[in-house]
T-cell receptor, first 114, second 112 residues
Framework: AQTVTQSQPEMSVQEAETVTLSCTYDTSESDYYLFWYKQPPSRQMILVIRQEAYKQQNATENRFSVNFQKAAKSFSLKISDSQLGDAAMYFCALRGGGSEKLVFGKGTKLTVNP | AAGVIQSPRHLIKEKRETATLKCYPIPRHDTVYWYQQGPGQDPQFLISFYEKMQSDKGSIPDRFSAQQFSDYHSELNMSSLELGDSALYFC???????????FGPGTRLTVT
């Protein structure tokens, strides 16, 4: 079975500051993919960043970067220069190489304070 | 850029009625996925189709069925609706080699 755990139900950050959201996962597969999705109040699910397990280099997309620690099964998201528009629920998700489905964590609600 | 289209966006049904949700994937995406997100919950995978064939199945109730058509759009059919079926239903699509899933805006189903 694949599981994803987000231990921080809520986080807050000051505008322009940096925040890190935590995620741990468990899978028996050697080939898998990890994702962070953002869900703003509109409820739209927006892909933020993707990491392939076989890649050692951490993925980066503009102000968003990940810290992928494969041995520890940890996949945290760092948001730099936080903006008001970053306020949303953030879901960490795992897809095993042999499966189509995304397995999501319970989410972290991020508040950005002006 | 074109996005996944879902219709209707909102649907209100009574218990024991049926509902059909439609999904139009991003052009040239050949895989469609369905997810259910209950209030305050994370999305749960229901089913997926690749090239019109079911490719994976999750916790989809027997009362639900789905298919993908020749133009790659997909429909989720839900029968004998229950109050617990009230949720946001997402469709997502993916191009080969199916690394990323792009979500539609969702259909909010309310069962009264």
């Amino acid at each position: 079975a694949q599981t994803v755990t987000q231990s921080q139900p809520e986080m807050s950050v000051q505008e322009a500051e940096t925040v890190t959201l935590s995620c741990t996962y468990d899978t028996s597969e050697s080939d898998y993919y990890l994702f962070w999705y953002k869900q703003p109040p509109s409820r739209q699910m927006i892909l933020v960043i993707r990491q392939e397990a076989y890649k050692q280099q951490n993925a980066t997309e503009n102000r968003f970067s990940v810290n992928f620690q494969k041995a520890a099964k940890s996949f945290s998201l760092k948001i730099s220069d936080s903006q008001l528009g970053d306020a949303a629920m953030y879901f960490c998700a795992l897809r095993g190489g042999g499966s189509e489905k995304l397995v999501f964590g319970k989410g972290t609600k991020l508040t950005v304070n002006p | 850029a074109a996005g996944v289209i879902q219709s209707p966006r909102h649907l209100i049904k009574e218990k024991r009625e049926t509902a059909t949700l439609k999904c139009y994937p991003i052009p040239r995406h050949d895989t469609v996925y369905w997810y259910q997100q209950g209030p305050g919950q994370d999305p749960q995978f229901l089913i997926s189709f690749y090239e019109k064939m079911q490719s994976d199945k999750g916790s989809i109730p027997d009362r639900f069925s789905a298919q993908q058509f020749s133009d790659y759009h997909s429909e989720l059919n839900m029968s004998s609706l229950e109050l617990g079926d009230s949720a946001l239903y997402f469709c997502a699509s993916s191009p080969s080699p199916r690394l990323e899933q792009y979500f539609g805006p969702g259909t909010r189903l309310t069962v009264t």
